[in-house]
């Protein structure tokens, strides 16, 4: 099973091909919109990129709530 950092490694290369963000400024403590300044429609890619990656399932109701880099690492490493 992975842990964090390869969750975190794994996600950043995501982030990378769905918003070209450089994978290094991909940090848990970043926030997707505010510090990565990623929109609405490219969250929704990286969710669903992560969800095929990672074998969970992301609640619409629960994606607002994962502000963070940090955040979604923590839900992936509790639901996988």
């Known amino acids: ?3 964090n950092a390869d969750i975190l490694d794994s996600l950043a290369k995501i982030v990378e091909e769905v ?3 450089d994978p290094a ?3 848990t403590e970043k ?4 510090d990565l300044d990623i929109d609405s429609l490219s969250m929704v890619e990286i969710t669903v990129a992560a969800e095929d990656k990672f074998e969970v399932k992301f609640p619409d109701d629960r994606v ?3 502000r963070t ?4 690492v923590s839900y992936i490493a509790t639901h996988r």
């Open 1 to 3: 099973m992975a842990n």
């Open 19 to 21: 918003a070209g963000i």
């Open 25 to 27: 400024d991909v940090t």
């Open 31 to 34: 926030s997707f919109t505010d």
């Open 64 to 66: 607002a709530e994962l």
């Open 69 to 72: 880099v940090g955040d979604v």
